[in-house]
């Protein structure tokens, strides 16, 4: 239990002292607190603080189930108000429950039985006796009179009907028939029994004023779809494999579930889409038959009728992918979903485009006997192109024996280096191009980048961006090392932050300029100049060894950098920009 924002209650599975385990959770509102909590028997009591007393069955605590509640406190916000405490403890079973916020002391007394039900689902038939299930617990204080089972129902919450519910020879299942009304309409219900006090018990607690209900009568609801998306492609083959989710208010008919598509503004085809049981949704392909060509545009959507007497049909929107010669694999401006990453890897804003690249180690050096691997989990078709290559921005220092490589492989086979790199590239963006075309005329063509650094000292690492495959043209030309020039003056965030006792700051030029990167204390007073004079452009860097000017150690705390950059007469005007770092000894 914490008594925090977002507080809320967690049962451990103990039995074994060595393997403490998460069992289950219960939680009212993910931004409130929750107070003191109490067991009795297989009940849990709790102070809810703005949500009330709580009341959970704990019987399975990998599945806490609430079975009764009570709030005194009309409002839900704040943090510490309502509910403070919360005591079970007595021999007439009442619960005593106190308020912080001055709303009085409350006897509460408990709620003596647990309903389990489920709806029944939408139906058409306005002839035939409605079946009903539900399964009721009551508790060792408060035993039941089993013989005034019954429910109450009628249409639209005018009540018309009284029915007796048996048992089933299962310990408190309860079974029935609701009358049908014959006409449609939302037909509404509500579960009584009495225990042997003479005590009546609703479900749902409220009855009449809250009920349960299901619709009956002519389903006039379409089937609703979830077609899958298919991104922009290199994949000219010719079959693409979709696949969908489709669900209905009573039933939809499987064999109805078509594939629509067509090339460009050409006439179209369609292909019934077939149910996976194992994976819970239905597939189906897009086959042309033949190769696209670069350019084409292949528009798509689904269609599914109805199991009722309307036949209802939904067609899904259309939607469309195109075929094209590049294909960007990544940015990293977004997350990476579409990465196996084993080790490190992460964002940094020492970037080649954007705001973003990524590198093994972002938070500081990578380390030493480690395998740093980035994996895409899509692969590419190439059967039909003839020439592939793939480019990409990248940077790299690295120490002696840490190696860095592009591999590639096919299917599930092993992995083959298609290109490495050691040493140093001097902190500067560089284009570089890696010949796939060995893979030319394959399927399931997949990429990773590893950095291996066995043997290694510690270093700063591989920093990759702008990942593109490109296929049916020549790899670009050009030295596969050209310097890649920023497009904008950029002050970078040190790293690592918080340091002890150098940090490194990065910082872009787009064009030659007059610079000074100066660090001040938190009062203003200059500290060190790193850089004071002229520099060319590129992507450069400072260190920062936590010493004055005249070589003296400074005291931990918050340190400002200030960038000052003056281009050349004639570009933009001077840029300006801060950042905090944190010496923490």
Do not use: C
């Not at 689902?121 to 002839?127: F, K, N, R, S, V």
């Not at 010719?238 to 598509?261: C, K, M, P, Q, W």
């Not at 921005?393 to 002696?400: E, G, K, R, S, V």
């Not at 043997?455 to 670009?476: C, E, F, M, N, R």
């Amino acid at each position: 239990m914490d008594e925090k924002e977002g507080g809320h209650i967690k049962f451990w599975d103990a039995l074994d002292y060595a393997d403490i385990t998460l069992a289950g959770e219960y939680e009212v509102g993910n931004d409130r607190s929750v107070h003191n909590a109490f067991v009795k028997g297989d009940l849990l009591f709790v102070s809810y603080y703005v949500y009330g007393t709580r009341i959970v069955d704990i019987s399975d605590p990998y599945n806490p189930k609430e079975v009764a509640y009570y709030d005194f406190h009309i409002e839900s916000f704040g943090l510490f108000a309502g509910n403070w405490g919360v005591f079970p403890y007595t021999q007439s079973g009442l619960v005593f429950s106190t308020s912080m916020s001055g709303e009085g002391f409350f006897v509460l007394s408990p709620y003596p039985a647990y309903f389990d039900h489920k709806v029944q689902g939408e139906t058409e038939d306005l002839a035939s006796p409605l079946p009903i299930a539900v399964t009721v617990t009551e508790y060792a204080d408060y035993p039941l009179d089993l013989s005034t089972m019954r429910v109450i129902s009628g249409l639209e919450g005018v009540y018309t009907d009284t029915t007796l519910l048996s048992g089933t020879g299962t310990p408190r299942v309860f079974t029935g028939d609701l009358p049908n009304p014959g006409q449609p309409g939302n037909l509404t219900y509500f579960f009584t029994i009495q225990n042997q006090a003479g005590r009546v018990i609703q479900s749902p607690v409220g009855a009449l004023h809250t009920s349960y209900s299901f619709y009956i009568g002519p389903d006039i609801t379409p089937p609703s779809v979830d077609l899958s998306v298919h991104p922009t492609t290199i994949d000219n083959a010719g079959r693409y494999r979709l696949f969908a989710t489709v669900a209905d208010n009573i039933e939809f008919d499987t064999t109805t579930v078509y594939l629509h598509y067509r090339r460009n503004n050409l006439p179209g085809d369609s292909s019934l889409m077939t149910y996976n049981t194992n994976a819970g949704h239905f597939e189906g392909v897009i086959d042309f038959g033949e190769a696209l060509t670069d350019g084409d545009t292949i528009r798509h959507h689904l269609s599914v009728y109805a199991v009722s007497a309307w036949r209802n049909r939904t067609d899904s929107p259309e939607q469309y992918f195109a075929i094209g010669p590049d294909l960007l694999i990544d940015n990293f401006e977004g997350d990476f979903g579409q990465w196996t990453i084993t080790n490190g890897w992460g964002r940094t804003v020492y970037a080649y485009s954007g705001d973003y690249s990524i590198t093994e180690s972002p938070f500081g050096f990578y380390a030493q006997d480690t395998a740093y691997v980035l994996e895409h989990k899509v692969s590419y078709n190439l059967s039909a192109r003839s020439q592939a290559h793939l480019s990409f921005a990248h940077t790299y220092i690295l120490t002696p024996n840490a190696v860095a490589l592009v591999q590639i492989s096919q299917g599930d086979g092993a992995w083959s280096t298609v290109s490495q790199y050691t040493g140093t590239l001097d902190y500067q963006w560089r284009q570089q191009f890696v010949s796939l075309d060995n893979y030319a005329g394959m399927d399931s063509v997949r990429i990773r980048f590893r950095l291996e650094t066995y043997d290694a000292a510690p270093g700063d690492g591989w920093y990759l961006d702008s990942l593109v495959i490109h296929v049916d043209t020549p790899q670009l030309a050009g030295n596969q090392n050209d310097r890649i020039l920023p497009t904008g003056f950029e002050l970078g965030q040190n790293f690592p932050n918080p340091f002890n006792p150098q940090t490194t700051i990065q910082f872009a030029l787009p064009v030659n300029s007059d610079l000074s990167i100066v660090v001040y204390d938190l009062l203003g007073r200059e500290v060190v100049r790193l850089v004071d004079g002229y520099r060319e452009p590129g992507y450069l860097q400072v260190d920062w060894n936590g010493r004055t000017a005249a070589g003296k150690e400074v005291p931990s705390g918050i340190y400002i950098v200030r960038m000052v950059a003056s281009p050349q007469a004639g570009f933009t005007p001077a840029y300006t920009k801060s950042i905090k770092m944190v010496l923490l000894k």
